[in-house]
């Protein structure tokens, strides 16, 4: 069963009230101090997640989530234990975050999803984070398993294959002495 639209906003509102920090009324935040959410010397990923981490950096703009830019086209979205998991039960907060990386990931078809979180019941948590998102229309191949995280759960949205760096292969290379990039010693 979807938790009704007022829950989810309500349990973001929970995020916000956690962090000490009311949330936004409309435009963008009072600048009070640090947030969790992306500073400007962050980068801001170019290409097809440009505009998917710009709404997330708004949404969760005074509360504990953070929304990071990645110099690979990557964004990540880290929320802390605290709001995440009880065990290997996700908490309400996740899930409001989860019903949004969602959206996103509809949004980019071909995007896919690196998920981490800490501690020993990893494997058990990003099963929990595959159904989750299964529940939510995200196929469990989009879902894969990151590098351990320290101390939050780490969501980085990943760029469809093909749009950042190109892999190099031997054919592709000028052959021995032609073209050389260096003079010879």
Same mark, same amino acid.
């Given at each position: ?5 007022? !829950?989810? !906003?309500?349990? *973001? ?7 000490? =920090?009311?949330? /936004?009324?409309?435009?963008? /935040? ?5 947030? @969790? ?7 801001? /990923? ?18 504990? =989530? ?8 990557? %964004? !990540?979205?880290? %929320? ?7 065990? @290997? ?7 409001? +975050? ?6 996103? !990931?509809? #949004?980019?078809?071909?995007? #896919? ?16 984070? #595959? ?6 229309? +995200?196929?469990?191949?989009? =879902? ?8 939050? =759960?780490?969501?980085? *949205? ?9 892999? *190099?292969?031997?054919?592709?290379? /000028? ?9 010879? #010693?």
């Amino acid at each position: 069963m979807r938790p009704f639209p007022w !829950l989810c !906003l309500a349990c *973001l509102a929970a995020l916000a009230g956690c962090a000490g =920090v009311a949330p /936004p009324a409309s435009g963008p /935040p009072a600048s009070t101090g640090p947030t @969790a959410t992306a500073r400007p010397s962050d980068p801001v /990923p170019t290409g097809p997640l440009q505009a998917e981490s710009r709404w997330l950096s708004e949404l969760f703009a005074g509360t504990p =989530v953070g929304v990071s830019g990645d110099a690979d086209g990557s %964004v !990540l979205v880290k %929320v802390p234990m605290q709001h995440a998991f009880d065990a @290997a039960q996700a908490r309400r907060p996740l899930v409001a +975050v989860l019903d949004k990386v969602a959206q996103s !990931l509809k #949004r980019q078809p071909a995007a #896919r999803l690196q998920a981490a979180t800490p501690g020993p019941a990893a494997a058990e948590r990003l099963a929990a984070l #595959r159904s989750l998102l299964a529940e939510r229309g +995200v196929g469990n191949w989009r =879902v894969i398993a990151g590098p351990a995280a320290a101390d939050a =759960v780490h969501l980085r *949205l990943l760029p469809p294959p093909g749009t950042g760096l190109r892999r *190099l292969d031997d054919a592709s290379l /000028p052959a021995t002495g032609a073209g050389r990039i260096m003079p010879p #010693r």
